[in-house]
């Protein structure tokens, strides 16, 4: 529960459920129980934080264990950031109302590059020195896993521990660790060098980075024994991954307030774009029998009448109308929807919309990310025009009339024509629902056409590509635009200085530390939310640093360079990479991972999608 003291402010600003705590589901255990306390810190605020999968997970499991309490941490919105600022209260849990000073570990989930500096804000608000070497003795171990795990440079000043790929098992290892060297006596230093020798631990302040005199790294040397080389964890049966019966039960209404179940990991596409795609291969599917008893208890204790099926390709799940019609024999008698939020133009079917509109229907989104064949193919989408339009004409029949198409600006070898091409294929999907006898009759069609701009990312066969100037990303903005011949179409587009931002740090190295340390010290943070984002403050604290933003996010790289993530291992070759990367110059699509093995590398995880029976393969 929150601080006494917070209370006679929480009527002076904005939401403050998202301060007090005390939701149904929450875990409330005596500190004096348990011998280690872990505060899970989402950078970001609540409504966002509780809408993330991967929290409710580790919360539950980390609860499971009777030594161990794990709380939730949100960034708080700068109106009650200043009122603890003001009155000097301490960032707290909303278990206990405990400042972070209490806690042997701050946790810290690494979604999105612009989080960084709300990471940095929150330890400072919570009392604990911002920079690793400032910490002394066995407490206040400051980790952080999630996506952007696989660069970790630009924040390695201020991070103790990374974790490395699937979180379940290595988190509890390195807190079953702790709490031997916490018994024993040992120091700070001896319980990180003792972690880095768990697979799946990187220990930045174990390895040291020497540059090029171009400012390219000349090399990454482990001391102390660390490895040389740090392999992400990967779970292989998902049936037997630990997953939670209940959820924690919002205050407030958050992003996404409903159940969630994870289908399966990683993804068989390959979209060269996409570092989600690469970084949690190989596929790996949970049965259906598992799936309908997880949903299921879920539902029941949470009350929840949605489902979002879970996973980075729903429609690729090899058994998908078979769980959905599963799933409907309890679903449909006890009005709860379920949904697919990441549907494949290719993998919507009749049965599919059968199947998810028998409750509740809306709208649906697709992603084709680019409007002409040709990058399709350049990209490794695999869409096709007619598979889209095909699809829009099931969905307008069954009694669709709102579709959203996501694309992409700024890839890779796209042209004017084909920045023309997306609003093109916008109107071919309004001429579709005209076209389609038997829709609804009486309602026009909405179609909304979302352009973000390309961030090439780390262990994506784009990682070596620049990102167009911001200059060509907003001229490719407005070419959309004019190409818009019909008021059906409406047209949104992502802001491209905060992309630009984005890219410097995706692929950035520890040099940005320096400048990440200066934005904080400036009192900037959420870069992610307009309110408060300022691209001139950044260029003037690079400017500052004598960094050129425009060597990380502008600047082609040679395929034979180092790249500050090339010592952390996430199954997938760099040789690989770079054949891909080639094929996109040529167009060329590749096969996904169920039709022919393209010899990524993630073989060597010995499960999954990689040890399938597939034609020319085993």
Known sequence: MYPKEIEKYLLTVQKPGRYVG?????????????????????????????????????????????????????????????????????????????????FDFIGFTLQYELSYTNILNMLTLGGIPVLSRDRHDLNHIVVAGGPCACNPEPIADFVDIFFLGDGEEVDLEVIELYRACKRDGKSREEFLRLASQISGVYVPSLYEVTYHGDGTIAAVTPKDGAPATIEKRAI?????????????????????????????????????????????RPVREKSVGCINEQCHALCRNTGYDEVSLSSLSSSDYTQVVPLLKTLNTWAKPEKVSLSLPSLRVDGFTDDILDEIKSVRKSGLTFAPEAGSQRLRDAINKNVFEDELINTCRV???????????YFMIGLPTETMDDVAAIAELGRKVVDTYYATGNR???????????????????????????????????????????SITTKKIS????????????????????????????????GMRFDSWSDCFSLQNWLDVFAECG????????????????????????????????????????????????????????????????????????
């Open 22 to 102: 005390g939701e149904l589901g929450a875990v409330i255990k005596d500190k004096h129980d348990v011998d280690v306390r872990f505060a899970f810190c989402f950078p970001d605020t609540y409504e966002i934080g509780m809408s993330h999968l991967g929290i409710k997970i580790l919360y539950s499991i980390f609860n499971e264990r009777p030594y161990i309490w794990c709380e939730r941490v949100f960034a708080p919105w700068i109106d009650m950031e200043a009122q603890m600022r003001a009155h000097d209260i301490p960032l707290y849990a909303l278990e206990s109302g405990d400042p972070l000073t209490d």
């Open 236 to 280: 292989m049966d998902m049936d037997s991954c630990y997953y939670p019966d209940n959820f924690v039960l919002p205050n407030i209404e958050i992003v996404h307030d409903r159940a969630v179940m994870e289908i399966f990991r990683g993804c068989i596409r390959g979209c060269r774009f996409c570092q989600a795609g690469f970084l949690y």
């Open 395 to 405: 969905a307008f029949e069954g009694g669709y009339t709102t579709v959203k198409l």
């Open 440 to 482: 609804v009759k009486g309602k026009s069609p909405r179609v909304t056409i979302s352009a973000s701009s390309f961030v090439p990312k780390p262990f994506t066969p784009f990682q070596w590509e620049p990102q167009d100037t911001m200059d060509v990303l907003r001229e490719k903005q407005q070419h959309i635009r004019a």
């Open 491 to 522: 047209y949104n587009y992502h802001d491209s200085d905060t992309s630009f931002l984005e890219a410097v740090f995706a692929r950035g190295d520890r040099k940005l530390n320096k400048a990440l340390l200066l934005a904080h010290q400036r």
């Open 547 to 618: 960094i050129d933003p425009a060597f990380y996010a502008n600047r082609r790289r040679s395929f034979d360079e180092i790249l500050p993530w090339d010592h952390l291992d996430y199954g997938i070759t760099k040789e690989f990479l770079q054949r891909e990367c080639e094929r996109a110059y040529r167009s060329e699509a590749s096969p996904n991972c169920r039709e022919k093995c393209m010899n990524c590398g993630a073989k060597k995880y010995g499960g999954g999608v990689c040890c399938e029976k597939r034609q020319g393969v085993l």
